[in-house]
């Protein structure tokens, strides 16, 4: 339908919430209202704030997709995705999973590989998201939207948010028509940072031909680990490539960026775009870095047609 947007369902990282991506994805989100509607779900399980995160999101509900990646754990955030997404009721049925007996995994929490334990999710203290205040979401939010509103049609490079070096000119997407709470329903795509990547992508594997998106764009994210709860990540050496368009944006400074890399590989070459940004582990932020990702979305969708 002439006029109609593309549609992405965003999914946030381990011990945040999709309130929290909605302020953290700010910035790009409202370099692309003329194209984008996104709407934010929460994880499956609750789960502890990550690494300082309630410092810069206090007195928030913090999400997880799984805490560990058990088969029954990632089967239940698949299937529950599935539903999401809308595909056929009898493609949701087939990731339900079959009861199996649970059995104790101890894990080190120390283990500098990174083991079942995902990147982490917020940024160093050298490159904060927000300045490390007690500040609500809600307010953070609302500041943000006011400042939007009064900042005119021109570009004024001293009118930035805290701590976001993004211009506030651009016209807000991130109100009303991106809603929190949804109704399932047909989605175009997805966009997913951190933990977020590695289950939008172990979807993607488990349906194999039967794709219900037609892009992704994937941030600092790292590869799913195997649905039959072996506790390792897939590898691109015995799996098929998701042939779906894919934009995959790294940061160079993240400590994770070789999991970001393994994580790209896990898809087609054909429409995949990537790109690598001198960022931490989080979404970019900085006006030069927005523009050049959301270049790289319009491009994509373009290209769909």
């Given at each position: 339908m002439p006029g109609s947007k593309f549609r992405l369902l965003a999914l946030h990282g381990k011990g945040t919430s999709g309130r929290i991506m909605k302020a953290q994805i700010k910035p790009l989100i409202d370099l692309l209202g003329d194209v984008l509607e996104v709407h934010y779900m929460d994880g499956s399980e609750a789960s502890a704030p990550y690494q300082g995160i309630e410092s810069i999101f206090p007195k928030e509900p913090y999400y997880a997709w799984y805490q560990q990646p058990t088969r029954d754990a990632l089967h239940l955030a698949h299937s529950r995705l599935a539903e999401q997404l809308?595909?056929?009721?009898?493609?949701?049925?087939?990731?339900?999973?079959?009861?199996?007996?649970?059995?104790?995994?101890?894990?080190?929490?120390?283990?500098?590989?990174?083991?079942?334990?995902?990147?982490?999710?917020?940024?160093?203290?050298?490159?904060?998201?927000?300045p490390l205040s007690r500040t609500s979401l809600n307010t953070l939010l609302a500041y943000q939207t006011s400042l939007d509103k009064s900042a005119g049609a021109h570009f004024n490079s001293r009118l930035l948010a805290p701590g976001i070096d993004t211009p506030l000119s651009y016209p807000s997407t991130a109100g009303v028509r991106t809603p929190l709470d949804l109704e399932p329903g047909n989605y175009d795509g997805m966009i997913c940072f951190s933990q977020g990547c590695a289950v939008s992508t172990g979807l993607l594997l488990e349906m194999g031909e039967r794709l219900p998106v037609r892009l992704v764009i994937l941030i600092c994210g790292g590869r799913p680990f195997d649905a039959k709860g072996t506790m390792e990540r897939v590898k691109s050496t015995s799996t098929t490539r998701i042939e779906l368009p894919s934009i995959h944006i790294h940061g160079r400074q993240d400590a994770g960026l070789d999991e970001s890399r393994k994580l790209a590989s896990l898809y087609s070459d054909r429409g995949k775009q990537v790109i690598e940004l001198d960022i931490g582990h989080c979404p970019p932020r900085r006006s030069w870095d927005v523009k050049v990702v959301a270049a790289a979305i319009r491009s994509g969708i373009s290209e769909l047609g």
């Open positions: 809308s595909p056929s009721p009898a493609l949701v049925d087939s990731l339900k999973p079959q009861r199996a007996k649970m059995v104790a995994i101890t894990t080190n929490l120390e283990r500098g590989d990174l083991g079942v334990l995902t990147p982490p999710e917020t940024p160093t203290s050298a490159t904060p998201s927000f």
